[in-house]
T-cell receptor, first 118, second 112 residues
Framework: AQKITQTQPGMFVQEKEAVTLDCTYD???????LFWYKQPSSGEMIFLIY??????QNATEGRYSLNFQKARKSANLVISASQLGDSAMYFC???????????????FGTGTLLAVQP | EADIYQTPRYLVIGTGKKITLECSQT?????MYWYQQDPGMELHLIHY???????EKGDLSSESTVSRIRTEHFPLTLESARPSHTSQYLC???????????FGPGTRLTVT
């Protein structure tokens, strides 16, 4: 069964430094996708970045990059030059692959609470 | 990027009441989803829809029901609210030929 594991319940980082949030996944599908979402205290889910299993390059979106290591089944999020507004809960999620019927349903990890300190 | 609306944003209601949480999107997305999230926890899929008149139950069992009569509208109904239904409910949608799910702002439900 597909599973997402985020082992860091909470992280601290100094403003302007980089931080890596860990995510490992388990799937037997060859085709799948990995997402990162940000959830501020207000509750909405903000899409950050997406990596497809066949993408050869690591995904990047502004200050966000996804360190995709397929053999290790990891998809860590790297935030460069942290800002105070980055303080939030971060969720890693996986899209089920075609062997599951291409439902596009997402499976979420338990999240990492990031606190950026001035 | 999608415009997804959820109302109400906050709801406090007594046990036994019937409630409907509204979700609408203006981009014509065919796939829509409902997730339930307890405070500080992960999201769990409770319902999804591939299009009009298509609804399926998600991975987490829920006493709620959904309908999809129009593409843009995906309401969730609880016939008789109970304190165990207290949670945040998030609606999402995905465009055709895309994988990204765009979320609404959520409804925080408290049943007393």
């Amino acid at each position: 069964a597909q599973k997402i594991t985020q082992t860091q319940p909470g992280m601290f980082v100094q403003e302007k430094e980089a931080v890596t949030l860990d995510c490992t996944y388990d799937t037997s599908d060859q085709s799948y996708g990995l997402f990162w979402y940000k959830q501020p205290s207000s509750g909405e889910m903000i899409f950050l970045i997406y990596q497809g299993s066949y993408d050869e390059q690591n995904a990047t979106e502004g200050r966000y990059s996804l360190n995709f290591q397929k053999a290790r089944k990891s998809a860590n999020l790297v935030i460069s030059a942290s800002q105070l507004g980055d303080s939030a809960m971060y969720f890693c999620a996986m899209r089920e692959g075609r062997s599951s019927g291409a439902t596009n349903k997402l499976i979420f990890g338990t999240g990492t609470l990031l606190a950026v300190q001035p | 990027e999608a415009d997804i609306y959820q109302t109400p944003r906050y709801l406090v209601i007594g046990t036994g009441k019937k409630i409907t949480l509204e979700c609408s999107q203006t981009m014509g997305h065919d796939k829509m989803y409902w997730y339930q999230q307890d405070p500080g926890m992960e999201l769990h899929l409770i319902h999804y829809s591939y299009g009009v008149n298509s609804t399926e139950k998600g991975d987490l069992s829920s006493e709620s029901t959904v309908s999809r009569i129009r593409t843009e509208h995906f309401p969730l109904t609880l016939e008789s609210a109970r304190p165990s239904h207290t949670s945040q409910y998030l609606c999402a949608s995905t465009p055709t030929r895309s994988y990204e799910q765009y979320f609404g702002p959520g409804t925080r439900l408290t049943v007393t």
